[in-house]
Every structure is written in structure tokens, then in C-alpha cells.
């Protein structure tokens, strides 16, 4: 099977193409930089914003994994328009085109909105996102639903909640850092889904694998609660180092957080909530519809967590 998998040496992309090419798939990798990927493998290189791949380039190919797109970066909403939202539908079409018979779409469960309570959310339990990244993905979501529900070509979009694995990045690679440097123990609050990278890389074969006709719009998370506490005990334990001392109360984690949120002047969601809201979601649907299971737990990965991040995706 040939596949197209844009993003390839992001954090999720250079996973996906190392899968792909021990499962014996035929491989064309794009990315914005054309960086070869880890084992050497050539990409093309491709700004998405500003055009598509040419008709001879899709030529033959059978699945689309369109996992290009801006995340933990503070851009201006409009190149999360561009990226995110129109180069999506732009690609859906040309792949469409070409006679592509499944697009996977890389989503977020921040095109869902914020949360609004504790409980586990499922697909429909959305509100209007509040900040340019969930909308844009938003946007592309409802685009892709609107003109490709009928079509011949299948279209899977994967909302996955925070992906954890080996380099991970953003607020997992902070709190690595925090439990190197010995900083104190989070307290026993909120809880948040996740899903390890191998588990999100099984879920993208498998979509791909058997597409079902239409839209599928699907949620991948592992079924746990993740506290901060819970992240922060076994980084350490995976260190070798004792258990971390709980001496800064809930109110100084406030003052901190805030402090923080002031300095980066980033917006969106209070570094506080951050650490300690709710903010679950449910796997149901997509484990009735295709029959997956997640195999890893954290204990697994809280080692390789603990090694410095590498380079750009």
C-alpha cells in the first residue's frame, strides 16, 4: 500500500513512518524543512500553507495521513487558519482527485472546545473552542464533514487527547524537568486523558486499514486518569529517585501558576488548569467501531520521558 504521510518528522509523524516502512508500505513523507527522517529516509519537502502536492506526486497513492500542522507555538491566528483549516481541505481535495481512498486527519480533542465539566466527554459533547489552534482544527473537522460525507473517498479524523512517548515535548517535557530537578510534589488534583504515541500510531494503521465509507469523527484516548501527581511519581520513580516532597501547598501552586501565565502572556487556558483541571475523554466509540484496545501503560515510557527533547518536528 502507498502511503502519503504529511508532518513526517514531527513528534507522531517520524513514529507513523518508521511503522509504515517495517509493515512494508510504500512511503512518501512530506514535511515543510525536507529533513530525512531517523533512519535516513528522504522527505519532501512541502510548505502545505502554500501549495499541494502535484497530481503526479499522489499518483498511486492509497491512504493520506495529514498530520501537518501548528500546534505548541504562538502564531497568529491566521497561519492557524491557513495550516490547520484550508490547507486540510486543500490537500482532502487534491487526494480525492487522485482517487485516494482514505484520508486520516489528525484533529485534536481541542477542536472540541474547553471543558465543562468532569466527566468524560465523547464525540458530540462539544462547545465553540476559545483559542486559534482548537478552532482551526475545528473548522477543518466541519469543512471535511460538510463536502466529503457522501464521497467516494473515506475520511477518518482522530481527536486524540495529550500523546505521550519518547521526546515528547510541551508540558510533559516541563514536568520531566521539574521531577529532575527534585522540584516538589504536586498535589493530588484534577486528572487529565492521554494516549501513549505507540497506542495513537496502532489506532492510525488500523483506521486506514479498513476506512468505513463516509465521516468518521473519533476520539483516541487510553481510558485512564493522568494526574499531575500521578506523571510526576513515576518520572521519578523511573529516575531512580525517591519520592518527591509535597512541601509548596495548593495556594502556593495558585501563585506560581499565575506568575507564570503573567510572564508568558501566552493566553488560552491558566497554566493552573493546566496542571490541575479535568479534562477527560472517552475512547468508546472508536473501540466499538473498530475493535482497538491500548496496549501501553506510562510505567512503560516514564523512562524515555525523562531524556531530554531532540530536535524539531
Request: proline residues 5%; aromatic residues 6%; contains cysteine.
Amino acid at each position: 500500500m502507498k502511503c502519503l504521510v504529511s508532518g513526517a518528522t514531527g513528534f507522531i509523524g517520524r513514529s507513523l513512518c518508521q511503522r509504515l516502512s517495517a509493515d512494508g508500505h510504500e512511503l512518501l513523507a512530506l514535511s515543510k524543512s525536507g529533513a530525512a527522517l531517523p533512519d535516513a529516509t528522504p522527505t519532501l519537502a512541502l510548505d502545505l500553507s502554500t501549495r499541494q502536492p502535484d497530481r503526479g506526486q499522489l499518483q498511486g497513492v492509497e491512504v493520506v495521513f495529514h498530520l501537518a500542522g501548528i500546534a505548541h507555538q504562538h502564531a497568529q491566528e491566521s497561519a492557524y487558519r491557513e495550516l490547520n483549516e484550508l490547507a486540510t481541505i486543500e490537500l482532502a481535495r487534491s487526494a480525492r482527485a487522485a482517487g485516494v481512498r482514505c484520508f486520516v486527519f489528525l484533529s485534536s480533542v481541542k477542536a472540541m472546545g474547553p471543558a465543562t465539566t468532569a466527566a468524560a466527554r465523547t464525540e458530540d459533547d462539544c462547545v465553540a473552542p476559545t483559542d486559534p489552534y482548537g478552532l482551526s482544527k475545528w473548522r477543518a473537522e466541519c469543512a471535511l464533514r460538510a463536502e466529503f460525507s457522501d464521497g467516494p473517498m473515506a475520511v477518518v479524523i482522530l481527536r486524540p487527547a495529550l500523546v505521550y512517548g519518547p521526546l515528547a515535548k510541551g508540558n510533559l517535557a516541563l514536568l520531566a524537568r521539574a521531577a529532575r530537578l527534585g522540584l516538589p510534589r504536586p498535589p493530588d488534583l484534577g486528572g487529565r486523558s492521554m494516549i501513549a504515541l505507540a497506542d495513537l500510531v496502532d489506532v492510525l494503521c488500523q483506521v486506514a486499514g479498513a476506512p468505513q465509507q463516509g465521516v468518521q469523527t473519533w476520539i483516541v484516548a487510553d481510558g485512564q486518569t493522568y494526574t499531575t501527581r500521578f506523571i510526576y511519581d513515576h518520572l521519578r520513580r523511573a529516575a531512580g529517585k525517591p519520592e518527591g516532597k509535597g512541601w509548596l501547598p495548593t495556594a502556593g501552586w495558585r501563585l506560581a501558576a499565575a506568575v507564570l501565565d503573567r510572564v508568558s502572556a501566552s493566553g488560552g487556558e491558566s497554566t493552573y488548569d493546566k496542571l490541575f483541571g479535568a479534562e477527560l475523554y472517552s475512547a468508546a466509540a472508536l473501540m466499538a467501531a473498530t475493535g482497538w484496545r491500548p496496549h501501553t501503560a506510562f510505567e512503560q515510557v516514564a523512562s524515555s520521558l525523562m531524556q531530554p527533547a531532540g530536535g524539531q518536528g
